[in-house]
Every structure is written in structure tokens, then in C-alpha cells.
């Protein structure tokens, strides 16, 4: 049985992230919060969860000894499949920029800005369903297709400097990234803990993904 290392640094939606892979799971996958660098480091597949600020949760993430080199190992140097959910999932850009310039992990070359919508009706933040557009052929979103509604709830997004690491867009009042991929990186702005059927059936392709 594979196991899933869910990372855990403090961030609210963990148990919430949690309960929601393990049904996902359906028992296919044993699903472990954890921080500890050796189980993280030996893990077939990573998801980091998140919400709040980027720069407040970045700390976070490093204040765990050893967890960021863990995580890199894992992923960048064993290729171990990445997910990362919301502030997760902005975690992967070059540098946040809210409340000040913060380094992220910069596995995918980009910035994380506030939401600047071009429609008065478009408020920030962004809460709740909306659909998605321009949905990508990457695995991980094959039952998400242009259209579908996912639940989002943020007031800032990753713009990558590659358009081309854009997995799926969304619109509110003005598009921005909904979903990014990379090689075994991938990350989703919306959250699949509180978008029903979709959301199971996202971390249920994330479980069996090969990328």
C-alpha cells in the first residue's frame, strides 16, 4: 500500500484535507499527517495543505526542522507526485507578495498577487463555487472538465512566469490560475475538501496519478 505524507504545519484545513483523502483513499492508500522529515522524505506521494497568508504560512512550513528539505527530496529529487491545495498550492511559486515580499519554494517560477478583479460585482475575497475553464488533459483533472464547479475561498492567486504551467483557469471578474502542473508538481487554488464530488474524484486521480 502506498503511503501519502499530508503535511502537517499547522494549517486549518488539515483535518478537513485529511478526512476528505481518506475517503478518496477508499483504502487503496494509507494517508499520514505528519512533519517528520524521514517519513515525508520516504513517502510515495505529498500533498501540502493551506490557508491564511502565504508569508505567515511559508514561516510555518520552515519552522519544522528539516520538513522543506524533506519535501524537496521527495519530490524534486525522488519525483514523488506533489499536491498542493490553496496557499499550498501558492507555496510553489517563486515569491508571495502579500504583507511584503516572501520567498516560496519556487518549484514553479512565478509570483502569488492579490486578486484585482475589473468588475465592481467580483469581490475579494473570492468565496465560493465557480466554474472552471480551459481545464488542461493533465490526469489529475480528467474528470474536471470546462464548466465544472469547484469551491474556492482565497484572495490572492499564483500567476506563473510559464503560461504553459497553467493547468486550468477560473473566471472572477477577470481570469486568473486555477490549477498549475509541472513534471509531478501539481497544485489547485480551489479546495477539494469542500467541492463535493469533484473534489474526491481530483484526489482520487491525484492517488493513482503517473506522471
Same mark, same amino acid.
Given at each position: 500500500m502506498q503511503n501519502v505524507a499530508l503535511i502537517n504545519y499547522g494549517s486549518g484545513n488539515l483535518r478537513s484535507a485529511e478526512k476528505a483523502l481518506v475517503k478518496a483513499a477508499d483504502g487503496r492508500a494509507r494517508i499520514i499527517v505528519t512533519d517528520d522529515p524521514a517519513t515525508v522524505t520516504a513517502a510515495d506521494r505529498v500533498v501540502l495543505p493551506g490557508v491564511g497568508a502565504f508569508a505567515a504560512c511559508m514561516a510555518a512550513l520552515q519552522a519544522r526542522p528539516g520538513l522543506v528539505e524533506a519535501m524537496t527530496e521527495a519530490v524534486q529529487t525522488k519525483g514523488a507526485p506533489f499536491l498542493g491545495v490553496c496557499v499550498g498550492m501558492q507555496l510553489l511559486a517563486t515569491r508571495g507578495l502579500e504583507f511584503?515580499?516572501?520567498a516560496g519554494l519556487d518549484w514553479i @517560477?512565478?509570483? *502569488?498577487? /492579490?486578486?484585482? =478583479?475589473? @468588475?465592481?460585482?467580483? /469581490? *475579494? =475575497?473570492?468565496?465560493?463555487?465557480?466554474?472552471l475553464t480551459r481545464v488542461s488533459d493533465l490526469s489529475v483533472l480528467a474528470d474536471l472538465k470546462d464548466g465544472r464547479a469547484v469551491y474556492f475561498t482565497h484572495s490572492f492567486a499564483i500567476w506563473p512566469k510559464d503560461e504553459r504551467d497553467v493547468a486550468a483557469w477560473v473566471d472572477h471578474g477577470g481570469r486568473f490560475p486555477a490549477a498549475v502542473a509541472r513534471g509531478n508538481v501539481a497544485g489547485v487554488q480551489f479546495h477539494p475538501e469542500k467541492s463535493q464530488d469533484a473534489g474526491l474524484s481530483l484526489l482520487a486521480r491525484f492517488l493513482e496519478w503517473r506522471p
Open positions: 511584503g515580499e516572501t @517560477q512565478g509570483e *502569488v498577487r /492579490k486578486l484585482e =478583479p475589473d @468588475q465592481p460585482s467580483a /469581490k *475579494v =475575497p473570492h468565496m465560493g463555487w465557480n466554474a
